[in-house]
């Protein structure tokens, strides 16, 4: 059977696709008769804009699309017009939403103008290559694009099967996808991994479509019919997937040069945190929290035969959590390898410096840990289980070991507070040597968070987010099943307070680039603070021997001013003496009882600094 | 040239015959640049040796003639050229503004093995098509009858370091 498998903008330019790459393996294993081709419609969009706009529309506008016009419906509605067959489908509307929210539409108009020749001309690049079945694996703004190629497609070659997966589909959203679009013949929900092969059972005619796990499709009364989801993968069962039509499309497209070619890989999936206590406004997982991960030893032989073919060091781990036993199993084989591997990771923020500084020496340079927020009484009504003193270790130890942080100042939290917030807008400017967030910005109410499905935690009321008005035409029911982000009224802080922090982490990432606080010991026992901090006095603070520093070490943890008393064995009253002090010199970060020392052990080196 | 260096390597002089001797010194700015470390040196130029191959390590503090490193102190930041390796091959890659972006990975054995041995200054094989193309790549600076890789492993990360 000659399968086609497309993954349509907006996958990143940068990377394969994961279930493009899974997928195929499986199906090709299954039987060797079977013949898949991965199309990279991303790619060959990216190369048609260059192409059709003399080079002024480049991989840059589209990586602006990808990853900044994801929060605004961008990436769908640039294929709208093409899908609804109207070159101004809803333009009014949606550069006004784009107006209302401060976002530059840059190229994206000039984009859509484009589309609909695009999905022409591969909708006939398809249907000169005649598949027996077609797949689109769609996640985040892939819908409109993948449902514009999809009925063009049908359109031309009315026979054959279509078939759609990947997380936009998960119940009850891909029931709704095939039940609004019926040029979608099926759409597969939850892991497919099993269900590919009952699938392609099904369409060869060797088992019936309700054996099909988590399959929607119509039944002979033209109704919408969604199987149960099978049970879960055993993720060491899932094979390593075969980059090779990726790596030879990216490597022979004119964008190449744009691009850093990244590659994928997942070791472990569902999250261990969430199992025990999902953070309240975390959709991820949707319906398979279950955490699995695979053996070291797998991972290993995983990644050196990944990186040995396509000869790549940039690896993004998809997991949502890294498995914290990997510490003390893949990590350090990994930091033995002679490689030079980077890897972006997701990972719980409360890591010992110990951890920080194995996560550095096995390639882990790029972690996204979840910080969230600085105080630790919003975090505690975020379901987070971390210390906001411990999240301010993590930034001191990331800035000693190179590794770049990725994270957001959340806030609109239902029952903090206005106060919450003062302590943490005090000590902000201490913290200008740290990582700052990228922004600060209300949560979104995402579907499949515990704030979604239990009313009762703050969000009653909610309806499909605003920026679906211009993507997609469907009755407010349908939508409420399609979409993934929800408008609700506003919880927690109000106006004033989040402009005040927008302004304050705005200061931070002004003075982060020359700012350094280090800590060095001196042979006679003392140590010297060297303050060079944007915003403070240049000044240097000498800590005495013995006691002063034995306190200032003994904060490198958080610890309450009680267990930092019993560490170096003075009076609680002395060592709070000392953290009124050092907190004013902006040397320690105080938060809910416990406090953490600021200073580094070496500067950084920083890009624009 | 001549070339002197404060808390690092002693005063040297330039020339064919002391080749050697400023290499050795390349190799080790090359790995204290790499390392991250702060060098207070100092450089004294008389002749035409071509710095520019240098200007992604850490640069003289003074120099006499002071014009002759402007360039190069102002163009410099750390993270310019490195190279990092995998399992059987390595990966140069150039972020200056004058040579770069550029990306150089080497595969074949035998030009892997020369990258290696000339860490440390060395006459390179006459007719080797190894540094021949190790040369086409940038990989190597040449003075007299001896060679240095000019560019060190990535051991510092500048940050932010961007994996996605």
Request: negative net charge; proline residues 6%.
């Amino acid at each position: 059977m000659k399968v086609i498998m497309i993954s349509m903008p907006w996958n990143l330019l940068e990377t394969p696709s994961l279930p493009l790459g899974i997928l195929g393996t499986i199906i090709r294993g299954n039987d060797e008769r079977h013949e898949v081709q991965e199309i990279y419609g991303n790619i060959s969009w990216a190369e048609y804009l260059l192409s059709a706009t003399d080079g002024t529309v480049t991989p840059r506008d589209y990586d602006y699309v990808a990853n900044v016009g994801a929060w605004f419906g961008m990436g769908d509605w640039i294929f709208a017009p093409a899908f609804y067959g109207h070159p101004d489908w809803r333009i009014e509307r949606y550069l006004e939403y784009l107006r209302s929210h401060a976002i530059d539409p840059r190229q994206s108009v000039r984009m859509s103008r484009y589309a609909a020749g695009f999905i022409s001309l591969m909708a006939q690049q398809i249907a000169a290559a005649e598949p027996e079945l077609l797949g689109f694996s769609t996640t985040f703004q892939q819908n409109i694009p993948s449902l514009a190629l999809a009925k063009e497609v049908k359109r031309l070659l009315p026979q054959t099967p279509i078939v759609f997966g990947g997380g936009n589909c998960d119940a009850p959203m891909g029931a709704a996808l095939q039940r609004n679009f019926p040029f979608v013949d099926y759409v597969i929900s939850g892991e497919a991994e099993r269900s590919v092969t009952e699938f392609m059972e099904f369409i060869q005619g060797l088992r019936p479509a309700r054996e099909v796990s988590g399959l929607s499709w119509r039944d002979d009364a033209d109704r919408t019919v969604t199987n149960d989801p099978g049970a879960i993968v055993n993720i060491e069962t899932v094979p390593l997937p075969d980059y090779s039509q990726w790596s030879a499309t990216l490597n022979a497209s004119s964008i190449r040069g744009y691009v850093k070619p990244t590659l994928l890989y997942e070791a472990a999936r569902g999250c261990w945190w969430g199992e025990k206590h999902t953070c309240t406004f975390c959709g991820l997982n949707g319906l398979t929290m279950k955490f699995r991960s695979r053996p070291a030893d797998q991972v290993l032989a995983h990644l050196r035969d990944l990186v040995s073919t396509y000869r790549v060091l940039d690896i993004v781990a998809v997991d949502n959590i890294l498995d914290i036993g990997y510490l003390k199993t893949l990590l350090p084989r990994l930091s033995d390898e002679d490689w030079d591997l980077h890897f972006y990771y997701e990972v719980k923020s409360n890591l010992s410096e110990a951890d920080v500084e194995m996560l550095r020496r096995a390639g882990l340079v790029h972690i996204q840990p979840g910080i969230e927020n600085l105080s630790s009484r919003v975090l505690r009504i975020m379901n987070k289980g971390v210390h906001a003193t411990q999240n301010v270790r993590l930034l001191r130890d990331c800035e000693d070991n190179d590794i770049t942080v990725d994270w957001n100042y959340l806030y609109g939290f239902p029952a903090e507070s206005d106060d919450d917030y003062a302590s943490v807008l005090e000590q902000l400017p201490a913290l200008a040597h740290l990582q700052p967030p990228s922004g600060s910005v209300r949560i979104l109410l995402e579907r499949y968070s515990p704030y979604f499905t239990l009313p009762g935690l703050g969000f009653h009321d909610r309806r499909p987010a605003a920026l679906y008005q211009h993507v997609y035409d469907l009755p407010p029911a349908e939508l409420a099943d399609l979409v993934y982000q929800f408008d609700t009224d506003d919880q927690g802080i109000g106006r004033q307070r989040s402009q005040q922090m927008r302004a304050a982490i705005r200061a931070w990432k002004d003075a982060y680039p020359a700012s350094s606080l280090t800590c060095t010991r001196l042979p006679d026992g003392s140590a010297v603070i060297t303050d060079r901090r944007v915003g403070w006095p240049e000044r240097q603070t000498r800590l005495t021997p013995g006691a002063q520093c034995a306190a200032y070490e003994a904060m490198r943890t958080s610890r309450t001013v009680r267990a930092i008393a019993g560490r170096v064995g003075i009076s609680a009253g002395q060592i709070a003496g000392w953290v009124r002090e050092w907190r004013d010199l902006g040397l320690v970060f105080e938060d809910d009882g416990r406090v953490v020392a600021l200073a580094t052990r070496r500067a950084s080196l920083k890009r624009f600094g | 040239m001549y070339l002197t260096t404060s808390g690092l390597t002693p005063a040297m002089l330039i020339s064919a015959a002391g080749a050697g001797r400023f290499l050795k010194f390349i190799a080790e700015l090359r790995e204290m640049t790499a390392r991250g470390d702060v060098i207070a040196w100092h450089a004294e130029t008389d002749g035409d040796v071509d710095l520019s191959p240098l200007f992604h390590l850490c640069p003289p503090s003074s120099a006499e003639p002071a014009g002759r490193v402007t360039e190069w102190r102002e163009s410099y930041r750390p993270g310019l050229r490195y190279y990092r390796r995998g399992p059987g091959f390595v990966v140069a890659y150039d972020h200056h503004p004058a040579t770069g972006p550029r990306e150089v990975t080497l595969t074949i054995p035998s030009d892997i093995a020369l990258f290696d041995r000339l860490h440390s200054p060395g006459a390179v094989p006459a007719g080797s098509r190894s540094a021949a193309r190790l040369r086409q790549a940038g990989l190597l600076f040449d003075l007299g009858c001896e060679s240095v890789v000019p560019i060190g492993r990535l051991r510092r990360l500048t940050l932010p370091t961007n994996v996605l």
